[in-house]
């Protein structure tokens, strides 16, 4: 039995992380979203402006939790 090295080597990958964002901007059901680096993205879902949400591969999940967030590098 062969094994593709490179298709072993994705299964390993993570499919798309959950990312914590906050809402700049609504425009009908698609948001602009901030993430802690500066990145930004837009998400599909529901939130107000000002709103810390979950977001993965392009979808709003859930509303985050309103604590302080702090990045550690290692």
Do not use: C, W
Request: charged residues 10%; negative net charge.
């Amino acid at each position: 039995m062969s094994t593709n090295i490179f298709t072993a080597f994705v299964a390993l990958l993570p499919s798309y992380p959950l990312q914590l964002a906050t809402i700049t901007a609504i425009e009908g059901e698609v948001a602009q979203l901030v993430l802690p680096g500066g990145g930004v993205l837009t998400a599909r879902g529901a939130g107000a402006v000002g709103d810390q949400v979950f977001v993965r591969d392009g979808v709003i999940e859930a509303q985050a939790p309103d604590m302080p967030f702090v990045q550690v590098e290692i």
